[in-house]
């Protein structure tokens, strides 16, 4: 059956949603099963009318919940095809057990994860909550700062999935609403140019082939178990660094877009840092522009790959800084929060002797303004000639009320 | 940096009129970012859409804005929100009224001593295109007050947005756009 191909200006105004269903188009999945919801929709509804419209050649299959998706989406990978889906919030919330059985059973499943708030109380905006519930799943996760992003992670997670020495499912994390609804300019690749970079499906261990039977999810108690699971951390901790490098460094070659495990903004000489993800990255970065030429030495590092966590690379990143921030989109349920904990965890054992401090922001899609951010590098670079914490370790940003801050 | 504020009710086509008004200045080499509150994203609910414009790649994503142009697309809007909130002392109003400008600043005292233009898009809308969206005929007018560029290209580039409607859809909304244009006081 053939399909037909799609022409693409050189730069579409996108948003982050019809920017992933895109690229997933020119990547040519053979199933994508979905349940769709809000704000992650468009992604499966694109798709959708991409194979309506014959421009792919594969099935859309529609399910009857979250679970369910993942549940298909795991039987159509371990049959042996190239498989993608997408969801946000209560959806992944529902996705979780099978999360861990599709990293268990080293299925390649793309999935694209527009974050978003969880309930109670019910929001759809987004915030990072989703994305810091699946940290413990044993999938690679990548995180999008925009469309362009968004667009460009679809390969890059089809490239390093896929490949035989990794074999684990890998998400694509965007802001919802903030990416996923914000059109912006991306710059395309062609139709042949994106489905060779990522190449045909190579399946492995794939159940229909007939000639060589293999079972998949399959029970372990404490006689293999540990096994299992201590192999595949020990690939997350070994194999995937290089080979998500190696993607990237082949994607720069094809598009001239270069990304990095760890993306560090004017961080060469930097006094003070914030530390972020998503959409904050960039809006961080334009406030540390405007930082030094106040003569605040500032600089950003986003977390392009959340897991594995690339400890090693941010220890080198944030050599020689003397106040940095971290910037927890997720409530922290009585806890300092994920990324301050990564970092201490990550400072503790270097010479890096900085000021840290944890702030806990944007829930349910509150803004995060250009103010905020301006306050805060001042806080930091306080804290940095102070050689100390100057607040308590843990503070709220842009939450009314009384000024909450903990530790 | 040019920055836009679209107050319009949702259903009326903000969110298609900004990304499409992104689409055509995307065209041109410039920067664009075009996004919208959805609130609870209730059909009638009022809602704020957003345009960025620069020369450089936009990285800002906070959504708090002081707009450089304000569009309210409903006319209602100007007495049931606060369609000055953090405008700047020259920030342009286009505002859809069937009044003019003097009556309009009469009837909402805070209008009073800003840069305010008046053009019927409903009116215009309801009898090019025969529903009453407002969003292409805002756009008219913005070109004409703007003189961001010439009519006819804006109306060319915005014939290949609109590409998937039908030719009576997309010439009836030709025709709103430049009576928008020629209207716009």
Request: one cysteine or more; hydrophobic letters at 40%.
């Amino acid at each position: 059956m053939a399909f037909d191909k799609m022409e693409l200006r050189d730069i579409e105004v996108w948003d982050g949603n019809f920017a992933a269903a895109q690229a997933l188009r020119q990547c040519q999945i053979d199933v994508v099963a979905a349940y769709p919801i809000t704000p992650s929709t468009p992604i499966v509804e694109g798709y959708a009318k991409f194979e309506a419209d014959n421009f792919v050649e594969g099935q859309y299959v529609m399910v009857e919940s979250e679970h369910a998706a993942m549940s298909a989406c795991i039987g159509a990978s371990a049959a042996g095809g190239r498989v993608a889906t997408a969801t946000s919030s209560q959806g992944f919330a529902l996705m979780v057990e099978t999360l861990y059985q599709s990293s268990g059973m080293r299925l390649p499943i793309i999935l694209n994860v527009v974050n978003r708030a969880l309930a109670a109380p019910l929001n759809v905006n987004g915030d990072h909550s989703d994305m810091y519930l699946g940290r413990d799943s044993g999938w690679i996760q990548l995180d999008a700062y925009c469309p362009q992003d968004a667009y460009d992670l679809n390969f890059i997670a089809f490239k390093i999935a896929e490949d035989h020495d990794v074999r684990l499912p890998c998400m694509i994390h965007q802001d919802g609403f903030m990416t996923s609804h914000t059109a912006q300019g991306v710059k395309t690749l062609t139709d042949d140019e994106g489905y060779n970079f990522v190449g045909d499906f190579q399946p492995m261990n794939d159940m229909l082939d007939l000639d060589h039977p293999v079972s998949h999810g399959v029970q372990t108690e404490e006689d293999w178990h540990f096994e299992h699971k201590a192999r595949q951390h020990n690939d997350l901790m070994t194999k995937v660094f290089p080979k998500v490098q190696n993607a990237f460094d082949a994607f720069e070659k094809l598009s001239g877009r270069k990304y990095n495990i760890v993306e560090k903004y004017d961080m060469d000489d930097a006094d003070v840092a914030v530390v972020c993800m998503g959409t904050s990255v960039e809006t961080a970065r334009e406030v540390a522009t405007e930082m030094r030429a106040k003569g605040i030495k500032a600089g950003v590092v986003g977390i392009r790959l959340i897991r594995p966590f690339p400890f090693m690379q941010i220890k080198e990143a944030l050599e020689g800084v003397k106040a940095i921030a971290t910037l927890d989109r997720s409530a922290p349920g009585g806890a300092p929060g994920m990324l301050f904990n990564e970092m201490a965890g990550a400072l503790f054992n270097s010479d890096t002797r900085a000021a840290l401090s944890g702030y806990v922001y944007g829930l349910g899609g509150r803004d995060l303004t250009k103010k905020h951010l301006v306050d805060l590098y001042t806080e930091l670079q306080a804290n940095a000639d102070a050689g100390k914490v100057l607040t308590p370790l843990q503070q709220f940003i842009g939450v009314r009320g009384p000024k909450l801050s903990y530790l | 940096m040019l920055e836009i504020r679209w107050h319009s009710r949702a259903g009326q086509g903000a969110v298609t009129g900004a990304k499409g008004l992104a689409d055509v200045v995307s065209t041109t080499g410039k920067q664009v970012q075009a996004f919208a509150f959805y609130g609870s994203a209730k059909r009638g609910a009022a809602m704020t859409a957003y345009n960025r414009v620069d020369d450089e790649v936009i990285m800002n994503h906070e959504k708090y804005m002081e707009p450089d142009y304000v569009f309210v697309i409903d006319p209602a809007l100007v007495y049931t929100t606060d369609v000055t909130v953090n405008a700047k002392a020259d920030t342009v109003f286009i505002i859809t009224t069937h009044m003019n400008a003097e009556e309009l600043v009469a009837s909402q005292p805070k209008l009073e001593g800003k840069n305010v233009h008046t053009v019927d898009c409903i009116k215009i809308a309801q009898e090019t295109i025969g529903r009453a969206i407002p969003n292409t005929p805002m756009l008219g007018a913005f070109m004409k007050i703007s003189k961001m560029y010439d009519i006819e290209f804006f109306k060319e580039n915005m014939i290949r947005v609109l590409g998937k409607l039908p030719q009576k859809i997309i010439d009836a909304n030709m025709l709103a756009i430049q009576r928008a244009y020629d209207e716009v006081k």
